[in-house]
């Protein structure tokens, strides 16, 4: 992930398929579900799981979301598929802000 440029970014959803972290559509027979999408920067995407992991064992509100995915039927995979756009969401907006401000 080239932080170079952030300019180049113009949408939140446009970072996380920078960082490999998007939904691609997957259907199999019957069943549609989604999966991480490959194509993108495989050093963002091991950051960002080393993001979702400690959370999913510190974080109450992490260990919520994945009790309540998990009551929903979503796989483990899927669930931290989830948490990995969540934090992609989060260093999005901090990475924007950062640099939106002209350094002196």
Known sequence: MSADD??????????AA??????????????QHRRLNRGGDRRADAALHRIVQPRRRLDPRTQEHYE??????????????CLKRYAAREVFHLVRTTHSYPSL
Do not use: W
């Open 6 to 15: 952030p300019e180049r970014l113009g949408s939140e959803a446009s970072f």
């Open 18 to 31: 920078l960082c490999g972290v998007s939904p691609v559509e997957r259907s199999s027979g019957a069943r």
């Open 68 to 81: 309540h995915r998990t009551q929903q039927g979503k796989t483990r995979r899927e669930i931290v598929r």
